[in-house]
């Protein structure tokens, strides 16, 4: 079974820039996730499909980073402008759909390899 | 407050040797509990969820204390492929939205 995709794998851009990073996740998972892993940090999550809704953006930097699914598979993550900070590995992940039920359940979240930023 | 706290480490053992590591969360209505492994410029992997009774994984023992909001993974018998950074994991329920810890770092030497 083929695992979650990303592309590029690395990514050089000056601030100020604008850099988008790409993601397609395993075949018939539902909710997808972009995470944020500074070095030195566990992964932080920035923003959680389910299909291609939106079900947890809190932790987006709304006024610089968007992220969009339009048909429900694959989804894009872009930053503009780049600030320093945003140097950082950018991680998506997937699982199979979370209905959000009352005590939860986990479904395991499968990582893609990640797309390391270098911002100049 | 972090959410999910672990001491960093690193932790360098000899190989043969028993090592444990702590972690602990801060909020009480955590639903789940995972240890997840990070090789090193890789992406984490699912190592074991953590039960109340404890569990069992070959040499990977997990143990979770509701009351304490406390998290350990025992590793018996450590190996040179041990050598990672191992993060602990908070589910809140709901989405399944995952808080991780920062991780501590093992390294397993000859």
């Known amino acids: 079974e083929a695992g979650v995709a990303q592309s590029p794998r690395y990514k050089i851009i000056e601030k100020r820039q604008s850099v988008a990073f790409w993601c397609n996740p395993i075949?018939?998972?539902?909710?997808l996730y972009w995470y944020q892993q500074i070095l030195g940090q566990g992964p932080k999550l920035l923003i959680q499909?389910?299909?291609?809704?939106?079900?947890?953006d809190s932790q987006l930097p709304k006024d610089r980073f968007s992220a969009e699914r339009l048909k429900g598979v694959d989804s894009t993550l872009k930053i503009q402008p780049a600030k320093l900070e945003d140097s950082a590995v950018y991680l998506c992940?997937?699982?199979?759909?979370?209905?959000?039920?009352?005590?939860?359940?986990?479904?395991?979240?499968?990582f893609g390899p990640g797309t390391r930023l270098t911002v100049t | 407050r972090k959410e999910v706290e672990q001491d960093p480490g690193p932790f360098n053992v000899p190989e043969g040797a028993t090592v444990a590591f702590n972690c602990t969360y801060s909020n009480s209505a955590s639903q789940s509990f995972f240890w997840y492994r990070q090789d090193c410029r890789k992406e984490p992997k699912l190592l074991m969820s953590v039960y109340s009774s404890g569990n069992e994984d070959g040499r990977f023992t997990a143990q979770l204390n509701r009351a304490s909001q406390y998290i350990s993974l025992l590793i018996r018998d450590s190996k040179l492929s041990d050598s990672a950074t191992y993060l602990c994991v908070v589910n809140l329920g709901g989405y399944n939205k995952l808080i991780f810890g920062a991780g501590t770092r093992l390294a397993v030497h000859p």
């Open positions: 992940a997937s699982s199979q759909i979370n209905w959000g039920l009352a005590g939860g359940s986990h479904y395991e979240q499968y």
């Open positions: 075949s018939g998972h539902a909710t």
């Open positions: 499909f389910q299909n291609n809704g939106v079900v947890d």
